[in-house]
């Protein structure tokens, strides 16, 4: 009812129509001359790690780290007979990923594009941000309330997320 206030829930990071989705929900805010966004982040599980940072760069106006970095302990893990692990999959992890010196390997942008700095938004919504969260609100959505918070964009309410602020415990699923 009123075009200076917009809510918008998002249930998971997922989904081939996200990216067009979320450009044109925030040209759309753009628009209606939007001051206010509620964003509800409550019992989302997460999703594709990338959809998580195009939301944030629809939140700032500058250039802006999603992954500080990511460390991979084994290029070959010692259960890998037990799971559907394929050669491929290690030639992949071995094509995108460096030596770390003090332990196992750093991901590089060719194997997850996270890594690298992330321009902002086509359509930065630059008004007040206030993000609804609980214990529900996992992996990528931790992520993004994470970054966000960091960029110090948004004021959170509710509870706790579900994932850890410092640093991301999910990864490739074998």
């Not at 753009?30 to 195009?54: S, W």
């Not at 010196?101 to 902002?120: C, I």
Request: aromatic share 12%; with cysteine; charged share 25%.
């Amino acid at each position: 009812k009123d075009p200076e206030i917009a809510q918008i829930r998002i249930q998971g990071f997922g989904g081939r129509e996200y990216p067009e989705w979320i450009e044109n929900t925030f040209k759309t805010l753009r628009e209606k001359g939007t001051k206010v966004l509620i964003l509800d982040l409550r019992g989302n599980g997460g999703g594709a790690d990338m959809y998580g940072a195009m939301l944030v760069s629809y939140l700032t106006d500058k250039p802006f780290r999603y992954f500080d970095h990511i460390n991979v302990r084994t290029l070959s893990p010692s259960f890998k007979e037990q799971t559907d692990w394929r050669a491929e999959s290690e030639t992949r992890l071995r094509e995108g990923t460096t030596p770390n010196p003090p332990a196992g390997y750093l991901v590089t942008a060719k194997l997850h594009p996270g890594v690298s700095e992330q321009p902002p938004g086509k359509y930065p919504f630059l008004g007040k941000v206030f993000v609804l969260i609980d214990g529900g609100t996992f992996s990528t959505a931790a992520d993004f309330c994470a970054v966000t918070h960091h960029l110090k964009r948004a004021t959170f309410i509710g509870e706790e997320t579900g994932g850890g602020y410092y640093g991301n415990n999910s990864g490739m699923q074998v």
